[in-house]
């Protein structure tokens, strides 16, 4: 079996889907994408493929070293979410080739299903404990919030108690129990994140998530003393390499690879398994589309330390465009009791709907990230 064709779809409401073919017939689908930077990685991925073309598609190691050494500069964002939509879709062919689920090759699921959850805003004033009590109504037993708008390196503590009353709302909406993760999306600096880490503490948080920009390597392990709460991070790291420093030095309780960015399933899941050998867990990032979610699962269901999974259904993000829009089956990713079952079917074991996907691909999108601003004007991290 040999590669023949690569052919990308930038479609709404933020993705980029990648379809492989080859000269058997058997197609792999991908998602290769920056969120805001699409047209970039596409980009990419068609400079890649000249590595592909007329190559085995079943050799996915040996082709993803090529990808990742042969160019000589290499990692990065972009650089890094190509390789990922590319491998996605080697293992989707290979899957399909052998009438088996990815995991299936990986060893072999360690569970049947995995814990999910939902996000309800809170980056800006809203009525965040509805939402959570709507997630909690419909099954769910975790959700994740942003903590706080714009913030200072240091900055008043009225917005402190903001963070406070707004995790409050969501903890009175549930349940004692209830898991709740707040994620500072790196828009905090140091100084704020050790008050706010120290003032979440009696919330009983499920996690923090990127309570710093993860290259502040000395900040992190200030905030790592100043809480018990267990820290995550990770979607902005894109490689073994990236981890190998978070994990040697006890940075983080539960890594965040992102399937369409960290070098897909080939490169997530060595990643896992070096988490594992620290005792640290895993709950892949996955605000994007179905072919990224079906990833992580293949991930999620042969490694041990995996103990939630994030999924997009319903964010605001997806507004006109939601991932189910995109299968041809949607009971695939049905939730019960807050989890969803590892996929059944071949391949990453979801059908992509390419009738849909090339209808959509003439809309497109051009999303960029907001663009905040603090009261003095300067540029604020989003």
């Known amino acids: 079996m040999n590669i023949t064709n690569i052919e990308t779809f930038i479609v709404p409401p933020r993705w980029c889907f990648l379809k492989i073919e080859t000269d058997e017939g058997i197609v792999g689908w991908g998602e290769p994408v920056v ?12 400079e890649l493929a000249d590595y592909l073309i007329g190559q085995d598609p079943g050799r996915i190691e040996d082709l993803w070293q090529v990808m990742y050494r042969s160019g000589f500069y290499r990692g990065g ?18 899957g399909r080739a052998l009438g088996t689920p990815v ?20 980056d800006r004033p809203a009525e965040v404990g509805e939402a959570a ?10 959700v994740k919030m ?30 004692p129990d209830f898991g709740i993760a707040v994620d ?51 979607e902005r790291l894109y490689s ?25 399933i080939s490169e997530c899941r060595k990643i896992a398994t070096m988490a594992e050998a620290y005792d640290v867990a895993l709950a ?45 089956d949607q009971t695939v990713f049905e939730y019960a009791g807050g989890f969803v079952q590892m996929p059944l079917g071949p391949g990453l074991g979801i059908q992509v709907n390419e009738d849909v996907v090339r209808e959509l691909a003439r809309t497109g999108h051009r999303w960029r990230n907001p663009v905040w601003r603090h009261a003095d004007g300067s540029v604020a991290e989003w």
């Not at 969120?35 to 068609?46: D, I, K, L, P």
Request: with cysteine; charged share 20%; glycine share 8%.
């Open 35 to 46: 969120e805001g930077r699409a047209h970039t990685v596409q980009a990419a991925v068609h």
């Open 77 to 94: 964002a972009v650089f890094m979410s190509a390789i990922a939509g590319i491998d996605q879709a080697l293992w989707d062919i290979k």
């Open 103 to 122: 995991y299936n090759l990986l060893g072999g699921a360690c569970r049947d299903r995995i814990r999910v959850y939902s996000w309800i805003g809170g």
């Open 133 to 142: 009590r709507r997630a909690h109504a419909a099954g769910f037993t975790a």
């Open 146 to 175: 942003n903590a706080t708008e714009e913030l200072q390196y240091v900055d008043s503590y009225a917005k402190v108690d903001a963070v406070l009353a707004r995790v409050q709302a969501v903890r009175e909406a549930t349940a």
């Open 184 to 234: 500072f999306h790196g828009r905090v600096h140091r100084p704020m994140a050790q008050v706010l880490a120290r003032e979440l503490e009696p919330y009983r948080l499920m996690f923090i998530e990127e309570p710093v920009l993860s290259e502040h390597v000395e900040a992190l392990r200030d905030v790592k003393r100043a809480t018990t709460t267990p820290i995550a991070l990770g």
């Open 240 to 264: 073994r390499w990236d981890f190998k420093q978070v994990l040697q030095e006890g940075l983080a309780d539960i890594l965040q690879p992102d399937l369409s960015h960290a070098g897909g």
């Open 284 to 328: 892949p990032h996955c605000p994007l589309g179905p072919i990224a979610l079906a990833a992580c699962l293949q991930v999620d269901a042969v490694s041990h330390n995996a103990f939630i999974q994030e999924q997009s259904l319903g964010i605001h993000y997806n507004a006109g465009s939601d991932l189910l829009d995109y299968l041809t």
